[in-house]
C-alpha cells in the first residue's frame, strides 16, 4: 500500500514539475525568458567583476556560474573527490531543488600545470571542485551565458597564461602588487618560519611562477600570488 502512495506522489509531482528550468512549454517563451534572465545576469557579472576577458572573449568565473545557477534553481553538488598520483579529480552534480540531475562533470587539477606545480593538496582538490562545478553548471546553462555575449567556456577551464599570451598585451606586476607581495611574505616568514631546506616564502613565490624575480611577473600571476598567499595565511 505505502508502495502504491509513493507512486501516486512521484507521479502528482512530475505533473506539477515544469517541462524545462524555464517553467514554459513554447519555444519562443523559453528564448524570451531565457534572453532575459541573460541580460539581468549581465548586469551583475559586469558590475561585479565575475568574468575574466581572455584575449578578445569573456569567460564567466564559477561565481557567476553559481549565480546563474540560482535564478534558475539548479544547485551543484560536489558528489566526491579523490586524490590522483599528481593532483585531484572531482565530480560535481547540477541538480533542481527537486533533486533531478541536470548536468554532471568530472575535473581535475594536477601538479603537471605550471600554477599548481607547488601548491598544497587542499587547494588542488578545491580547484577539481571548482573546476567540476563549472563545467556541470555549463551543460543546462551554457546557452544563456552565450545569449548574454560571453564565451561559455569556464575561466576556470582556460590556461593560466592565455590571458596575456592571447591578446598579446603582456601586463607586468604594478608596484602595488610588488610591495604587497613582498609585506606578505614577511608576514608569513615571522608567523610560519620555513624549516632548514625549505624553500623561503618569496622563493616559494618565484619557484610556482617560473620567475627569477618577482618584478618579472605579470600582474595576472601577481593577483595569483597574493590570493594564494592569502590562503597559506590559515593552514589546512
Not at 524555464?22 to 525568458?33: K, L, M, S, Y
Not at 610556482?208 to 593552514?235: C, F
Request: charge should be negative.
Amino acid at each position: 500500500m505505502n508502495e502504491e502512495i509513493a507512486i501516486i506522489e512521484h507521479e502528482e509531482l512530475e505533473q506539477r514539475a515544469p517541462a524545462n528550468l524555464f517553467g514554459v512549454q513554447d519555444p519562443e517563451a523559453v528564448i524570451e525568458r531565457a534572453s532575459a534572465v541573460a541580460t539581468s545576469l549581465k548586469k551583475v557579472l559586469d558590475k561585479q567583476g565575475l568574468v575574466q576577458k581572455i584575449g578578445e572573449r569573456e569567460h564567466p568565473k564559477v561565481e557567476a556560474w553559481t549565480l546563474l545557477g540560482s535564478m534558475l534553481g539548479v544547485f551543484p553538488v560536489c558528489v566526491w573527490t579523490k586524490p590522483l598520483d599528481n593532483g585531484w579529480e572531482a565530480r560535481v552534480e547540477a541538480r533542481t531543488r527537486m533533486g533531478e540531475v541536470v548536468g554532471a562533470a568530472e575535473a581535475e587539477c594536477l601538479r603537471s600545470e605550471r600554477r599548481w606545480a607547488s601548491a598544497d593538496d587542499y587547494a588542488l582538490r578545491s580547484m577539481a571542485q571548482t573546476r567540476a562545478t563549472s563545467r556541470a553548471l555549463r551543460q543546462p546553462l551554457g546557452f544563456v551565458m552565450t545569449l548574454g555575449g560571453y564565451d561559455a567556456t569556464p575561466a576556470e577551464e582556460m590556461p593560466a597564461q592565455s590571458s596575456t599570451e592571447a591578446s598579446g598585451d603582456v601586463k607586468m606586476i604594478t608596484n602595488a602588487q610588488l610591495g604587497k607581495i613582498g609585506a606578505m611574505c614577511k608576514e608569513l616568514t615571522e608567523k610560519y618560519p620555513p624549516a632548514e631546506g625549505q624553500l623561503s616564502w618569496e622563493g616559494n613565490v618565484r619557484e610556482r611562477y617560473k620567475v627569477a624575480s618577482r618584478k618579472d611577473m605579470t600582474r595576472q600571476q601577481a593577483s595569483d600570488a597574493i590570493e594564494w598567499l592569502e590562503g597559506q595565511k590559515v593552514p589546512i
